[in-house]
């Protein structure tokens, strides 16, 4: 059988299919052993974590993770050391080890929304993962505990284990928090959005508009100018039927400003321009025009632009501007 190498090592040594494996200082032991299970559920947390690092997206969370896979290297060499072993090796968990999980701890619970119920995992895949590590990690917390009782291990091994079940918690729900926060403002920025849309007159809608108007100057046998513009006054579209009077496309235009502009249909200025009326001396203003034929365009009570027509009599031009807005709630 062709030999499997990774990295110049054998992926099998055939050493331990008698059920036996080696720890780091010579002896070996029961695979079956509580001292195998214990840093043989730490290598699986540090895989779940591993899974929760790859879901998750926020950079500094990332890191976290990271760095407690790093030293669950070291835990899990304590645990697979015998006492030899354990004076030989290099590096182990430190009260300042603890001490960095129990300050992110601290910082990130003070970000945390209020918590009103137990937590239910699942409403994202980011924090779903990392309950599933701490869950694996509390276990792997269990397996260590029984151990200590046989084997009385270094302290610092239970309380950082432990603190990794915590700081995976809290980070769950940072992340959860996290993308409650996204999924509102989204919500709110498109109900914004509908919002300011429904106070936009679109150019789809002028046309709209003026082919209503148009519409009924035919019925009339006459030739009108129609001007739809928003409700600031700017202009969105200008139509001049083929016979229409020159004179009539400056004074379509006046209308719908007058009446976007005012807020006010042109036709009631009339009466208030009248001596001793509210509106006395606007007559003289060139930019207006006090008589009918500019109309307000309204979507749910809200101003969103104005009609002006000319063309007839004041009647007529207002009978064809009534058709445009009766058109623009028909939509």
């Known amino acids: 059988m062709k030999e499997v190498y990774t990295n110049l090592m054998k992926v099998y040594t055939r050493k331990g299919d008698a059920g036996?494996?080696?720890?780091?200082?010579?002896?070996?032991?029961?695979?079956?052993?509580?001292?195998?299970?214990?840093?043989?559920?730490?290598?699986?947390?540090?895989?779940?974590?591993?899974?929760?690092?790859?879901?998750?997206?926020?950079?500094?969370?990332?890191?976290?993770?990271?760095?407690?896979?790093?030293k669950f290297l070291v835990v899990a060499a304590?645990?697979?050391?015998?006492?030899?072993?354990?004076?030989?090796?290099?590096?182990?968990i430190e009260i300042s080890d603890i001490e960095i999980l129990e300050k992110y701890i601290d910082n990130y619970s003070k970000q945390l929304l209020p918590l009103y119920k137990f937590l239910i995992p699942g409403e994202d895949i980011q924090s779903a993962v990392l309950h599933v590590a701490r869950t694996v990690v509390r276990r792997s917390e269990r397996r260590i505990i029984a151990l200590n009782e046989q084997e009385n291990?270094?302290?610092?091994?239970?309380k950082y284990v432990n603190r990794v079940s915590d700081i995976l918690f809290v980070l769950a729900r940072v992340v959860e928090d996290e993308v409650a926060v996204k999924h509102i403002s989204k919500t709110l920025m498109e109900k914004l959005t509908v919002?300011?849309?429904?106070?936009?007159?679109?150019?789809?809608?002028?046309?709209?508009?003026?082919?209503?108007?148009?519409?009924?100057?035919?019925?009339?046998?006459?030739?009108?100018?129609?001007?739809?513009?928003?409700?600031?006054?700017?202009?969105?579209?200008?139509?001049?039927?083929?016979?229409?009077?020159?004179?009539?496309?400056?004074?379509?235009?006046?209308?719908?400003?007058?009446?976007?502009?005012?807020?006010?249909?042109?036709?009631?200025?009339?009466?208030?321009v009248q001596p001793g009326g509210s509106l006395y001396g606007l007559q003289s203003d060139s930019k207006y025009i006090v008589f009918g034929g500019g109309c307000l365009l309204k979507r749910d009570g809200e101003i969103v632009g104005a009609v002006g027509v000319s063309?007839?009599?004041?009647?007529?031009?207002?009978?064809?501007?009534k058709a445009c807005v009766e058109a623009f709630q028909a939509e």
Do not use: H
């Open 78 to 92: 304590y645990l697979a050391s015998d006492a030899n072993g354990i004076n030989k090796l290099k590096e182990k």
């Open 195 to 272: 919002e300011e849309k429904k106070k936009k007159l679109t150019l789809e809608e002028a046309k709209r508009i003026v082919l209503a108007g148009e519409k009924k100057a035919k019925e009339l046998n006459l030739d009108f100018v129609l001007t739809v513009v928003n409700n600031e006054g700017n202009l969105i579209l200008e139509e001049k039927m083929d016979n229409a009077l020159l004179a009539s496309v400056e004074i379509a235009k006046k209308k719908a400003y007058t009446a976007a502009a005012l807020k006010i249909e042109t036709s009631v200025l009339a009466e208030l």
């Open 20 to 70: 036996e494996t080696g720890l780091f200082g010579g002896s070996r032991i029961s695979k079956s052993s509580l001292k195998v299970d214990a840093y043989g559920s730490i290598d699986e947390a540090a895989a779940f974590i591993g899974v929760a690092r790859a879901f998750v997206e926020n950079k500094e969370i990332k890191d976290i993770l990271y760095m407690i896979q790093e």
């Open 311 to 321: 063309g007839g009599t004041v009647e007529e031009d207002m009978t064809v501007a």
């Open 153 to 158: 291990l270094q302290p610092e091994i239970l």
